[in-house]
């Protein structure tokens, strides 16, 4: 095999251990405010539970669908956003109906919730999906599932939906269970500790992005809408404002944004390699020269900087996403405070100022760890917080393993996303195999720009050629 064949081969089996994370998508203006005068305190309190469709604490701050939607509701509104967590315990339409909150973001619509709360728009429609391992025999039909230990939230949609089978199948059993919710179950189906689960089609789209062995057998029952509960009160005002405040959401192209931005799985195919590559020769000789001045500035390599900025935007510089990040680095306003930086969008201020956050980072980590494994927790940091990260480093140390070594942390990352973990870390709930994932694909980046580098300029030549598409 020729030698620049050879190469490119060998970038592309690379390229191909990982999967490339969604490009950004553009925030649409904000609604008309409208104002609630009547509204306790000036507050919109909505319950909701922790998890990656709903919300959560990412490393650039609180993310999800349902907080999006829900403080873009509250902007709307005018009035400030408290998102308050259910306890797993507690049912999220009891806690409404005990007056502990505005109103429940993102539940299925079932009989038995119509009749403890009214339902605002449907924005999305879901269905029940019988989920299983890869690596296990998949069941054909519900009659597969007699004998094996399937498992759901109690309550839910996936639970009436097994039910329904019980006409045709009145042996199928299964276990509801009070203490996990079905993106921790889906967890134990990815770790091989339970056969089946049934979970929501949006629920397990997300979730297949963190634990890539998960497979759909069949669907269960009718498709079902998601939406927002609100009492039963006499007073509505809140009620049909939701449907105002979806009707322009719809009308700007935000919400579906908002659904391919999270719940759109893209799959890895040979045509990123060759997306990348073309990248490389019309956008980075647009921005080298800034990331070879940060990279003095802060002693880190700028073909390093490069490869972060393209895993962050695509080395658009325009970029921004639903949660609010923007420019070549995608800073969030908090972190451009911490390092001087007064306009994201300018690219040589969000070069700087992400080359600074990064070093901030690796100064961070306690002086033991060494190179390169310093520099991988410092991109996991970038990505996922350092909080978290040191949750996983307390992890990894927990379980007999290296803290200072990465291979090590980066098998305990993912664990932050298992129940019976991250509750015993300071932190809790984290989105740890996504920034794995996020971590190897900066590094395959990373190793293309050094390869590019040290080949001759023929070979390089034939590789960006090898970058267009056949026609």
Not at 149 to 165: F, K, M, N, T
Not at 436 to 456: D, F, G, P, S
Request: hydrophobic content about 40%; glycine content about 6%.
């Amino acid at each position: 095999m020729d030698r620049p064949y050879a190469l490119l081969r060998a970038l592309a089996l690379a390229a191909f251990a990982v999967a490339m994370l969604d490009g950004c998508s553009s925030r649409h203006a904000q609604p008309k405010l409208v104002r609630l005068p009547n509204q306790k305190h000036g507050e919109l309190v909505v319950l909701t539970r922790s998890g990656p469709t709903t919300y959560y604490q990412g490393g650039q701050g609180p993310a999800g669908m349902e907080y999006d939607m829900a403080r873009d509701f509250a902007d709307y509104l005018g009035l400030k956003l408290i998102i308050k967590v259910i306890p797993r315990d507690q049912g999220l339409m009891k806690a409404l109906a005990a007056g502990q909150g505005d109103l429940v973001a993102g539940v299925t619509v079932t009989k038995a919730r119509e009749g403890l709360a009214r339902f605002g728009p449907p924005y999305q429609t879901v269905h029940e999906e019988l989920v299983y391992r890869a690596s296990t025999r998949k069941p054909t039909d519900a009659r597969a599932l007699l004998g094996h230990p399937i498992e759901v939230v109690a309550g839910s949609s996936a639970a009436a939906a097994l039910a329904g089978l019980r006409a045709d199948l009145p042996h199928l059993a299964w276990t509801d269970t009070t203490h996990m919710q079905a993106s921790e179950l889906l967890f134990l189906v990815w770790q091989g500790l339970l056969r089946f689960t049934v979970a929501d089609s949006n629920v397990v789209a997300v979730n297949s992005r963190y634990y890539p062995a998960l497979r759909v057998a069949f669907t269960i029952g009718p498709p079902r809408e998601l939406a927002w509960a609100f009492p039963k009160t006499r007073d509505t005002k809140l009620y049909r404002a939701a449907f105002r405040f979806f009707a322009q959401l719809r009308r700007s192209g935000q919400l579906a944004d908002l659904i391919a931005r999270y719940y759109g799985v893209t799959q890895f195919n040979y045509v990123h390699i060759h997306t990348y590559l073309r990248r490389v020769r019309a956008a980075l000789p647009l921005y080298a020269p800034l990331f070879r001045r940060a990279g003095i500035r802060y002693h880190i390599p700028w073909r390093l900087l490069a490869a972060v900025s393209y895993q962050e935007s695509r080395w658009d510089a325009d970029a921004e996403s639903p949660t609010g990040v923007q420019g070549l680095m995608m800073l969030t306003n908090d972190t451009c405070l911490s390092v001087g930086v007064t306009d994201r969008l300018n690219p040589r201020q969000s070069i700087d100022g992400g080359a600074r956050y990064l070093r901030t980072l690796l100064d961070a980590l306690p002086a033991d760890i060494p190179q390169p494994d310093r520099t991988w927790m410092a991109l996991a940091a970038y990505n996922i917080g350092l909080n978290h990260l040191e949750d996983a480093r307390w992890l990894t140390r927990e379980q007999g393993a290296n803290p200072d070594r990465w291979a090590d942390v980066e098998q305990r990352l993912p664990l932050l996303e298992d129940p019976w973990w991250f509750r015993k870390t300071r932190y809790g709930y984290a989105a740890g195999y996504t920034a794995v994932q996020y971590v190897n694909r900066i590094r395959v980046y990373y190793r293309i720009l050094r390869h590019l580098h040290q080949t001759t300029g023929a070979t390089r030549s034939l590789l960006f050629q090898l970058s267009e598409p056949a026609i």
